[in-house]
Every structure is written in structure tokens, then in C-alpha cells.
T-cell receptor, first 113, second 113 residues
Framework: DTEVTQTPKHLVMGMTNKKSLKCEQH?????MYWYKQKAKKPPELMFV???????INESVPSRFSPECPNSSLLNLHLHALQPEDSALYLC????????????FGQGTRLTVV | DAKTTQPTSMDCAEGRAANLPCNHS???????VYWYRQIHSQGPQYIIH???NNETNEMASLIITEDRKSSTLILPHATLRDTAVYYC??????????????FGAGTRLTVKP
């Protein structure tokens, strides 16, 4: 199983809503990543968890709150988002301590209205 | 501060080899060169990586110059399904939980019939 599963695939939320994006992998990977991708731009790193600890936070606004409850799951909690936060949110995982490849999910397409 | 420089776009005829260059003139001795591609609206897909030797797998070949300041990804017989954005990424071996993976602007490859 070399799959990273992201749910939901699409999400529309209002600016006052609270929602969560979910990412799951069962490859035994110990590094997990969140990226934000706007149209026609490259993925932009947001957060990295290594061995369930937050190791990189790219000065992301606090309305985005990551959580790694166990080594297989990664969540991104969303609250009070702005329309400009509308984007494709990608999750990825990699082994963690070796130079192996990262696997990406298909992303959640988020629209903030 | 981008670690890699790639042409914005390239065209290739179907069935011909596609050669995608990447400049990484400030690469350090412990940094690897990775290539990923992203087909429209999908998550990025790993292609190949290397440190200093040339590498080949079922998808592509990676040629790294002797000074390691540039590399070329070669798709030997491009097909229409290879149309995608190709990203060259430089990253350190992720020891000490340093799982940092950032995308540059990438090259949009269009394979034409």
C-alpha cells in the first residue's frame, strides 16, 4: 500500500466555519507534510511533522492548526479562514530518516466563501 | 531564495526524448537532487533522485554534472501522458528529523503529437 489518502476531496466553507482536513498513510512513514497550492503555482510548504512532532512551521497563520494524533494520521484544522485561503491542500509522507521519496495524496480542493 | 532554477516551459514531440535541465549551483555536499512531476490537478509524483552518480529507473534517467551544479532529467520516449509540470528539488538527507522539502517554480513540459 503506497497510498496517501486525503479527505474530503472537495470542501466549501464559510469564513466563520470550523472544518478539518484529514490525511492518512499506512506505509510506516514517520514524516508527514502539509502543502498549500494556488492555481498555476508550485506547492508551498506549510508544516512538517517528524516522528509525530512538529518540526517545521513556515510561519503559517494560526487559523491553520495542524495535528498529528499518531504516526498514520495528519489533520489540518481550519478556523476563520479568508477567501484567499482557497487552494488545493496537499498532504505527503516520507520515511523520515532516509533519502527515499515522498508520496503525495490527491489533495483537498478548498473553497472559502 | 530558490535553490534551483528551471526553464518555465518546454515542448517535446511525442516519441522523442525530453531533456529537462535544472541549475542548482549552490548545492551542498550532503544535498540530493530529486525530481517530481505534477499532472494537472493531481498530487506530485516522485520520478527519481540522485547524489552524484547518474541514475536510471523505469521512468527516467538523471544526469548530474561532475561539479553537481546542474542536472538533467531525461524521459527517453515522451508520450502525451508525460505532459506535466516537472519540479527539480534539492534536499538534505533527512537526518535529525530535518524533513524539509520545498518546491521551486518547475518546468511545464508539453508533449505534442
Amino acid at each position: 500500500d503506497t497510498e496517501v489518502t486525503q479527505t474530503p476531496k472537495h470542501l466549501v466553507m464559510g469564513m466563520t466555519n470550523k472544518k478539518s482536513l484529514k490525511c492518512e498513510q499506512h506505509m510506516g512513514h514517520r514524516a508527514m507534510y502539509w502543502y498549500k497550492q494556488k492555481a498555476k503555482k508550485p506547492p508551498e510548504l506549510m508544516f512538517v511533522y517528524s516522528y509525530e512532532k512538529l518540526s517545521i512551521n513556515e510561519s503559517v497563520p494560526s487559523r491553520f492548526s495542524p495535528e498529528c494524533p499518531n504516526s498514520s494520521l495528519l489533520n489540518l484544522h481550519l478556523h476563520a479562514l479568508q477567501p484567499e485561503d482557497s487552494a488545493l491542500y496537499l498532504c505527503a509522507s516520507s520515511q523520515g530518516q532516509t533519502n527515499t521519496e515522498a508520496f503525495f495524496g490527491q489533495g483537498t480542493r478548498l473553497t472559502v466563501v | 531564495d530558490a535553490k534551483t532554477t528551471q526553464p518555465t516551459s518546454m515542448d517535446c514531440a511525442e516519441g522523442r526524448a525530453a531533456n529537462l535541465p535544472c541549475n542548482h549551483s549552490t548545492i551542498s555536499g550532503n544535498e540530493y537532487v530529486y525530481w517530481y512531476r505534477q499532472i494537472h490537478s493531481q498530487g506530485p509524483q516522485y520520478i527519481i533522485h540522485g547524489l552524484k552518480n547518474n541514475e536510471t529507473n523505469e521512468m527516467a534517467s538523471l544526469i548530474i554534472t561532475e561539479d553537481r551544479k546542474s542536472s538533467t532529467l531525461i524521459l527517453p520516449h515522451a508520450t502525451l501522458r508525460d505532459t506535466a509540470v516537472y519540479y527539480c528539488i534539492v534536499r538534505v538527507l533527512p537526518l535529525n528529523n530535518n524533513n524539509d522539502m520545498r518546491f521551486g517554480a518547475g518546468t511545464r513540459l508539453t508533449v505534442k503529437p
